[in-house]
Nanobody, 121 residues
Framework: QVQLVESGGGLVQAGGSLRLSCAASGRTFRRSVMGWFRQAPGKEREFVAAITWSGLNIDYADSVKGRFTISRDNAKNTIYLQMNSLRPEDTAVYYC??????????????WGQGTQVTVSS
């Protein structure tokens, strides 16, 4: 059974930092694109960042460029999202996804349960 388990969410003040982790189990995703998405209340799920299995190709949403960094450790089957300079508008449930294509949520075959990130002003 494939599982993606996110951790690292929480409450932080604006300007602060958080690091999210997503540990995969049940299969190896070393050759899969993995990504982070987020969903705020009343809004659609949106793309945040994605990384190819080699780590050489990375994409970010314009809203997080320069503030968020995605990385992966294939040996641990884990991806990370380092979030700096957080803003209240970054508040959302953050989801890890695997085995998909770029920025398109519907293309991803596996999803985690989500972790809440709340940024206070």
């Amino acid at each position: 059974q494939v599982q993606l388990v996110e951790s690292g969410g929480g409450l932080v003040q604006a300007g602060g930092s958080l690091r999210l982790s997503c540990a995969a189990s049940g299969r190896t995703f070393r050759r899969s694109v993995m990504g982070w998405f987020r969903q705020a209340p009343g809004k659609e799920r949106e793309f945040v960042a994605a990384i190819t299995w080699s780590g050489l190709n990375i994409d970010y949403a314009d809203s997080v460029k320069g503030r968020f960094t995605i990385s992966r450790d294939n040996a641990k089957n884990t991806i990370y999202l380092q979030m700096n300079s957080l803003r209240p508008e970054d508040t959302a449930v953050y989801y890890c996804a695997a085995d998909g294509v770029g920025t398109i949520p519907a293309s991803y075959n596996y999803w985690g349960q989500g972790t809440q990130v709340t940024v206070s002003s």
